[in-house]
């Protein structure tokens, strides 16, 4: 088991990193943060917006589902947003320079290292 900054960290490890935050979608307040190149705490206020929009819709839409993770494509770079599979109402946030990553990689290890942490 990690712990929020220990998962942070193994997530900086990814080819092509630049931050992470680990963020309580209920409030949009960051648990943790690591890295640069992006305001974060903007950046989790407004994600979690985008992951609040996501579950309306999939309630409007009957479907009996949960979000894996969602994946925006900005022209320089990936930003996943993975939701806890291990505490209802977080979600991890990365941010990936697009020249720099492999974008499976980073979807796997952001996956792995959420099975792992602990809060």
Not at 13 to 36: E, I, K, R
């Given at each position: 088991m990690a712990t929020i900054k220990q998962t942070l960290d193994e997530i900086m490890?990814?080819?092509?990193?630049?931050?992470?935050?680990?963020?309580?979608?209920?409030?949009?307040?960051?648990?943790?943060?690591?890295?640069?190149?992006v305001d974060l705490e903007v950046a989790a206020a407004g994600n979690t917006e985008v992951v609040r929009a996501k579950n309306k819709t999939m309630r409007a839409l009957g479907?009996?589902?949960?979000?894996e993770d969602i994946l925006i494509t900005l022209g320089k770079q990936y930003h996943i947003l993975r939701p806890s599979?291990?505490?209802?109402?977080?979600?991890?946030?990365v941010v990936l320079d697009k020249a720099r990553s492999n974008l499976a990689m980073a979807r796997r290890k952001v996956q792995d290292?959420?099975?792992e942490m602990t809060f």
């Open positions: 490890t990814v080819d092509g990193a630049l931050c992470t935050a680990v963020v309580d979608s209920t409030s949009g307040m960051m648990l943790g943060s690591a890295g640069t190149g479907l009996n589902d949960v979000i599979s291990r505490k209802e109402g977080v979600y991890l946030y290292v959420d099975k």
